[in-house]
């Protein structure tokens, strides 16, 4: 065992403690959107900085729950994410393993890939492309646009390089297709890409903002960030059409933007914890090649 100087134990107490300071930085402003948000009107106007409300109240989340358009946004939120993830996993795995595997022109199909993570069309062609195809004002123009992400796909494809080939060859030779060892062996043994791509497609889909904005101008289809939009950043509480058995007295704008931000982000948190045990494993997927 290695002796430790006093100098060794003063610096491990300086890292210690700067990382510390940068957690409680970081913190503070999620504990001031989550008090501000359970604060009664009488309080917020009288206090000027709240990090814990002397009253809890919940009128500002009954004030956004019963309004029928911040809860159809957050479904149509749900939906992109989900049909989404699974569109994108599909797309990603099957191409990133057929360009895994030795094929007349592999070469060319990952130049295009590689073309493609280098150099994008732009916002205008773009748009231009999904308004000839049809999916402006769908929800189908927040997703085929971004079905396949290059660097998702050459990072899992290193990935299925380094699954030993003699599995691939084990089964052909027992009598399966190509597809039932994708299906049965490959994707099987890819739950940590998987979970890790799936989370990083899912945080995706569900902080879209600007491709809504871009592409989406009926309302009713608004995703929740870009009805955070106008909550937050316009500061427009009034696109909340609440119903009329809610409250008389609406709660102060500013209380009703921090628990929409807080249920917007919630959701999303939930995801991880399920799928951090293969989160944890994903992470290094390409960085070591046998």
């Not at 159809?72 to 939120?77: A, F, H, I, M, R």
């Not at 049909?83 to 599909?90: P, Q, S």
């Not at 297709?177 to 889909?205: C, D, E, M, Q």
């Amino acid at each position: 065992m290695l002796h430790r100087t006093w100098l060794d134990r003063l610096a491990d107490g300086i890292i210690i403690l700067v990382l510390a300071l940068f957690a409680i930085a970081m913190f503070i402003p999620f504990l001031y959107i989550f008090s501000v948000s359970f604060t009664s009107m009488e309080e917020y106007l009288r206090r000027t900085f709240i990090l814990w409300p002397e009253r809890w109240v919940t009128s500002a989340y009954s004030y956004i729950l019963a309004n029928n358009k911040f809860v159809k946004s957050v479904g149509v939120t749900a939906y992109i994410t989900v049909l989404g993830t699974l569109l994108n996993l599909a797309f990603t795995s099957t191409m990133a393993y057929g360009l895994s595997r030795r094929f007349y022109g592999q070469k060319l199909f990952l130049f295009m890939v590689l073309f493609t993570f280098l150099f994008s069309a732009g916002i205008i062609p773009t748009y231009l492309i999904v308004k000839a195809t049809g999916l402006l004002n769908t929800v189908w123009a927040l997703i085929i646009p971004v079905l396949i992400s290059p660097w998702n796909l050459i990072v899992f494809s290193q990935f299925f390089k380094s699954i030993p080939e003699e599995l691939n060859e084990a089964a052909l030779i027992d009598g399966a297709n190509p597809f039932t060892v994708f299906w049965r062996i490959i994707l099987p043994l890819s739950k940590p890409a998987l979970a890790t791509f799936g989370l990083f497609y899912a945080v995706s889909h569900w902080n879209a903002y600007f491709s809504g904005i871009l592409y989406l101008s009926n309302p009713k289809l608004w995703p929740i960030q870009v009805l955070l939009r106008q909550i937050v950043v316009v500061n427009d509480t009034s696109s909340l059409s609440v119903t009329e058995q809610v409250l008389t007295d609406p709660p102060p704008a500013e209380t009703i933007q921090m628990a929409a931000i807080l249920l917007a982000t919630v959701p999303i948190l939930i995801v991880y914890p399920f799928l951090q045990k293969h989160f944890a494993k994903g992470v290094m997927i390409g960085s070591v090649k046998g």
